[in-house]
C-alpha cells in the first residue's frame, strides 16, 4: 500500500465494520479519504465464536497492510445488545444470543477505542450527513427493514438508550409473522423478502428481484401491486413518527429499495393519503448511500469516539 493510500505518516485511520445476516463489509478512512474498503461473505451458520474467529481474520489482514492500527472503530450492529453488552436477540443468526459482543469487539481491536450502534441508526447518520440536513427519518429496506431519526444532528434516541427499531413498529394488526415472533411488523411486510413473497403470490410463480425490478419497469399489474402495499407500509410506520416526532425529511434507501427507480415517489403517494388533514405533507426522497449508508455510519461513529 502506497503512503498516498495509507493517508501519510501520523494520519489517523478510522475503521467502520457492518456486520450483517449473511456478509460483513470493512471500510478505512484516513484523513476523510477511503483508503481501504473490502466485503466478505459469512461461512454456513455454525457459532458465535466461528463467526468472530472468521472477521478476526479479516480484520488481521486488513490492518496488516496499514502502517498504524485505526485509532478508532466504529461498527454497525443488526441484533440487539443489551446494557450488559452481551447480544440478546438476533433473528438472522441466532447462535449469537449472549454473546460478550463488547468483551469480542474489544479483543479484535485491542488498540483502539470501539463503540457499536444499530445498523439502521448509523444508516441515518450517514444519510443525513450525505445530504447535508440535521433532521429527518431513514428507512432502509433490504434483508430486513431498519431505519434511525436524526434530530438536530444527533441520533435519536441516542447512544445508550437503545436504538430506533422501526422495523418492529406493528402496521397491520393481524399481519404475517415477522422473525422478532409478532405478526404485522414493518419488517414482515416490506423487506425485500416479504415483498418478493408477496410479487410470487400475486404472479402465482417464483419472483426473483431482477423480476420484480424488470416487471416494475414495464408497469405489470401484480408487480405494481406489490410494491404499492410495500410502500403504503412503509407510509403508515413514517405517518406514525410524523404524528409524535415530526420529521421534516424521509428518506428511503437499503439496498432493496435502491435498485426500485421510482420507489420514493410511490411512498410519497401512500403518505399523500394517511396523512392527517392539516399536518404538512412530509418531503420524501431517495437515500443517496443505497447499500452503503450503515458502512458510511460505522465510519461516522469511529470519527465520534474520543479515545
Known amino acids: 500500500m502506497t503512503e498516498e493510500r495509507r493517508g501519510g505518516p501520523g494520519t489517523a485511520h478510522h475503521l467502520g465494520v457492518d456486520i450483517g445476516g449473511t456478509k460483513v463489509a470493512l471500510r478505512v478512512e484516513a484523513g476523510g479519504r477511503c483508503v481501504d474498503e473490502t466485503v466478505f461473505a459469512w461461512r454456513p451458520r455454525h457459532s458465535a465464536d466461528r463467526d468472530l474467529a472468521q472477521l478476526a481474520a479479516h480484520v488481521a489482514e486488513l490492518c496488516e497492510a496499514l502502517d498504524a492500527p485505526p485509532r478508532a472503530v466504529g461498527v454497525a450492529m443488526p441484533a440487539t445488545v443489551g446494557p450488559d453488552e452481551r447480544v440478546t436477540a438476533w433473528p438472522s443468526r441466532p447462535e449469537w444470543t449472549g454473546t460478550d459482543l463488547g468483551g469480542a469487539l474489544r479483543a479484535l481491536f485491542p488498540e483502539a477505542a470501539v463503540a457499536w450502534a444499530d445498523d439502521g441508526d448509523l444508516g441515518a447518520l450517514a444519510e443525513a450527513q450525505a445530504a447535508g440536513r440535521d433532521d429527518l427519518l431513514y428507512l432502509g429496506v433490504g434483508t430486513g427493514v431498519g431505519g434511525g431519526f436524526v434530530r438536530g444532528g444527533e ?19 393481524d399481519g404475517p409473522r415477522c422473525v422478532c415472533g409478532r405478526r404485522g411488523c414493518l419488517q414482515a411486510i416490506a423487506s425485500g423478502p416479504a415483498t418478493l413473497r408477496h410479487a410470487a403470490r400475486l404472479r402465482g410463480g417464483e419472483v426473483t428481484y431482477d423480476a420484480l425490478r424488470q416487471a416494475w419497469y414495464d408497469g405489470e399489474t401484480w408487480a405494481v401491486t406489490a410494491l404499492r402495499r410495500t410502500c403504503r407500509a412503509l407510509a403508515a410506520a413514517a405517518v406514525g413518527v410524523q404524528e409524535l416526532l415530526h420529521p421534516r425529511l424521509l428518506l428511503i434507501g437499503g439496498g432493496f429499495a435502491s435498485g426500485i427507480p421510482g420507489l420514493h415517489t410511490l411512498v410519497s403517494a401512500q403518505l399523500a393519503e394517511l396523512t392527517r388533514p392539516g399536518q404538512p405533507l412530509l418531503e420524501v426522497g431517495s437515500a443517496s448511500l443505497g447499500a452503503l449508508s450503515s458502512l458510511r455510519g460505522a465510519v461516522a461513529l469511529a470519527r465520534l469516539i474520543r479515545p
Do not use: A
Open 155 to 173: 441520533l435519536l434516541p441516542g447512544p445508550g438508550r437503545g436504538s430506533f427499531e422501526i422495523g418492529h413498529t406493528v402496521v397491520e394488526l
